[in-house]
Antibody, heavy 118, light 110 residues
Framework: EVRLVQSGAEVKEPGESLKISCKVS????????IGWVRQMPGRGLEWMGI????????RYGPSFQGQVTISADKSITTAYLQWSSLKASDTAMYYC???????????WGQGTLVTVSS | QSVLTQPPSVSGAPGQRVTISCTGS?????????VHWYQQLPGTAPKLLIY???NRPSGVPDRFSGSKSDTSASLAITGLQAEDEADYYC??????????FGTGTKVTVL
């Protein structure tokens, strides 16, 4: 069974750093892209970026380039999304998802709620 | 940055047919990239509904169908049911090899 299990909700202050995770099981981690999606409160889905764990190739959406870092650890089949300095505008639900060769995201994590507030 | 435009909302009575449009451009849908559709029920993660323009994953009812033409795509729901009330998003890629989601459509069952 394919599963993507994300880390728990986070409450942070502006300027703090954060790394959230997406633990994968049930398929070959290195053979599929993993993507991250942002959903701000009451808003739509935004394509943040993707990583190919096999060789760590990454691509970022224009709005997220330089704002976040996507990484993966093959040894523990886990993908990560991290910030070096959070802003209040980073408050959102973040989802990881497996991406197929056609670009469709067929399996999703349950989401991680990140709240940034002073 | 690529944009896929959807109507903010559509509605229909139970049993009716509704369609949701997804309008792109020559740099995304029109560049021959596949279109995929997701359903997001309130408070839950999105779920893949249609992939590769018109294919349903196992378990998705055949009431849902997709089509694509030129720079746009459509999702049709026939025999609308109360459980179909949700947000729906299209998604494709653009020529910079970045993905893009549609603006989202809320479906209301009257």
């Amino acid at each position: 069974e394919v599963r993507l299990v994300q880390s728990g909700a986070e409450v942070k202050e502006p300027g703090e750093s954060l790394k959230i995770s997406c633990k994968v099981s049930g398929y070959s981690f290195t053979n599929y892209w993993i993507g991250w999606v942002r959903q701000m409160p009451g808003r739509g889905l935004e394509w943040m970026g993707i990583i190919y764990p096999g060789d760590s190739r990454t691509r970022y959406g224009p709005s997220f380039q330089g704002q976040v870092t996507i990484s993966a650890d093959k040894s523990i089949t886990t993908a990560y999304l991290q910030w070096s300095s959070l802003k209040a505008s980073d408050t959102a639900m973040y989802y990881c998802a497996r991406e197929t060769s056609s670009g469709a995201r067929d399996y999703w994590g349950q989401g991680t709620l990140v709240t940034v507030s002073s | 940055q690529s944009v896929l435009t959807q109507p903010p909302s559509v509605s229909g009575a139970p049993g009716q047919r509704v369609t949701i449009s997804c309008t792109g451009s020559s740099s995304n849908i029109g560049a021959a990239y596949d279109v995929h559709w997701y359903q997001q029920l309130p408070g839950t993660a999105p779920k893949l509904l249609i992939y590769g323009n018109n294919n349903r994953p196992s378990g998705v009812p055949d009431r849902f169908s997709g089509s694509k033409s030129d720079t746009s795509a459509s999702l049709a729901i026939t025999g609308l049911q109360a459980e179909d009330e949700a947000d729906y998003y299209c998604q494709s890629y653009d020529t910079s090899l970045r993905g893009v989601f549609g603006t989202g459509t809320k479906v209301t069952v009257l």
